[in-house]
């Protein structure tokens, strides 16, 4: 039986030379992360996450969303599937904060975990932990939330736009930090 199983393995490898793999279909890296768009990915990440989340300025909040935008959540699901319906879901959240029934809030990248990947023919891939905090009546803040996340950005006529958003591994926080 062993002496049947190693003439396998030596006909096949007369039929299939490495080298000859190798040739046919060589392994070629994706692209290459440039400093220049690390800084458009990040710019327009705080772009986003000011509009959105910090200030409530929807009509900047528009322009950074594709039409055709999606976003699954750990804990709520797919939360939205068009960017309108998102904008349509930030424009109740922020109504609520200015009724008092809703946390104020602040959004904050921690840059050192970032990482971004750029995407032939489309934009970039960025993923990095981020971190929520309740804002107080005060000023003060308390960190409230952590999460991971995974964005895919869409290049169009030159500016960004978030596709894609997949938010996950949210952990409240272990310690409040006041700020």
């Known amino acids: 039986m062993l002496k049947k199983i190693s003439s396998l393995f030596f006909v096949g490898l007369t039929f299939i030379s490495p080298n000859s793999q190798a040739e046919k279909h060589p392994v070629i890296a994706g692209p290459?992360?440039?400093?220049?768009?690390?800084?458009?990915?990040?710019?327009?990440?705080?772009?986003?996450?000011?509009?959105?989340?910090?200030?409530?300025?929807?009509?900047?909040?528009?322009?950074?969303?594709?039409?055709?935008?999606?976003?699954?959540?750990?804990?709520?699901?797919?939360?939205?599937?068009?960017?309108?319906?998102?904008?349509?879901?930030?424009?109740?959240?922020?109504?609520?904060r200015e009724n008092g029934n809703g946390i104020r809030a602040r959004r904050e990248l921690v840059i050192e975990s970032t990482k971004i990947y750029p995407v032939n023919h489309y934009g970039a891939i960025q993923s990095g932990t981020h971190r929520f905090y309740g804002i107080n009546d005060d000023k003060s803040e308390i960190l409230r939330e952590s999460s991971q996340f995974t964005h895919l950005w869409k290049q169009v006529d030159g500016k960004w736009q978030l596709a894609r958003v997949l938010s996950f591994d949210h952990k409240p926080a272990e310690q409040h930090i006041a700020h």
């Open 32 to 96: 290459l992360v440039t400093e220049e768009l690390v800084q458009q990915i990040t710019r327009a990440d705080q772009r986003l996450f000011d509009a959105l989340f910090n200030n409530c300025d929807l009509r900047e909040a528009q322009n950074l969303v594709t039409d055709d935008f999606e976003m699954y959540h750990d804990k709520w699901g797919q939360t939205a599937k068009s960017g309108e319906e998102f904008i349509n879901a930030i424009t109740n959240m922020c109504k609520q």
